[in-house]
């Protein structure tokens, strides 16, 4: 019965990790320009309909804050030349 179980997991987190490929093609095909490692990650923890741990969401939220630090270093840098 364990051997069971323990390939159904197996196979449902490959099921998991190529929905997120997939997720992740037609992101490119949609709007050109592939969606971030973030985005992909998201997407496998959504797949897998498990909670997403807090240092994944810190990870998730890190590379969101220093994209957005970076947009407002660059507007602040256009205004001033």
């Not at 709007?31 to 240092?55: D, E, I, L, Q, Y």
């Not at 810190?58 to 970076?70: D, E, H, S």
């Amino acid at each position: 019965m364990n051997e069971v179980i323990s390939a159904l997991k197996s196979k449902r987190s490959e099921l998991a990790l190529e929905l997120g490929r997939i997720d992740k093609a037609i992101a490119i095909l949609s709007n050109g320009s592939g969606a971030g490692s973030g985005s992909a990650k998201v997407a496998r923890a959504r797949a897998t309909r498990k909670p997403m741990s807090a240092a994944m969401k810190a990870k998730i939220g890190r590379g969101v804050r220093k994209a957005l630090l970076q947009r407002k270093r660059q507007a602040a840098a256009k205004a001033n030349h």
